[in-house]
């Protein structure tokens, strides 16, 4: 019994091809006749890189629409480089940022509201923004510029939903989120939310650099005692934290 591992050499005797007219015709042939791999190295191939060569021409003496094997294997005797080159497969192009935003906004926003947010835990808001921040960091940034400054600008504002998406914006460095981080920040100084305005220190003392230190000293001291309190402890804090660095 022949091994199909070795058709692909059996397939090049051109006397037996010669003398049938289709694919089981070909493979009865060949059983019948006892063939061996010892007896094919006889006859040499024909050089035709990565094709069976013998098919080629195979139209004109094989019924492609009635062949089981006829399309199957047509398809096999093409050379890999024009395959290469005739296969058809989907491309996936980005989304550009307003069919981006435009997918996740709503669904997004849902989420972040849904959420509860604990210090120092991921949750799935926290993990679809680095997600959606890798496929498309200008657009995730404006969408969550657009859901403060709307939020901000809602008669009933949302100070938890502002709350969160300080929280998130603490997850990253000063540098990473440029310049959307500090400008939601000084956003929010003029939001009259205690909650709002303590989120928005943790934030800075997050960062704990220069800039983030320049932009506290433009804060107006709170009145609120406690928020004055984590104010001055955290300006005291930051001053301490730059010195250092610079010596």
Known sequence: MINFSDINIISQKTDIIGQTSDFDDLLNKISKENLSIDVLREY????????FWWIDGADKWMDGADNKYYNQIKQLSLPMETMSETTSFPKIFPLNNEDFKAKHRESFLCLIKSIRFISGEDNQATELLSKLLTENKDATLSLLGEYFIKTM??????????????????DYDYEELFPV????????????????????????GHW?????????RKYDEPEEPWLK???????????????????
């Open 229 to 247: 309190m984590k104010y001055n402890v955290l300006l005291h804090s930051l001053e301490e934290r730059c010195s250092t660095h610079v010596k």
């Open 181 to 204: 981080s500090q400008t939601i920040v000084l956003c929010a100084f003029k939001v009259k939310s205690i909650k709002v305005k303590s989120a928005s220190f943790n934030l800075f």
């Open 153 to 170: 600008s809602d008669e009933k504002e949302d100070e938890s939903l502002l709350v969160k998406i300080l929280s998130m914006l603490s």
């Open 44 to 51: 040499p191939p024909k050089s035709k890189a990565q094709t």
């Open 208 to 216: 704990g650099n220069n800039e983030a230190l320049n932009l506290l």
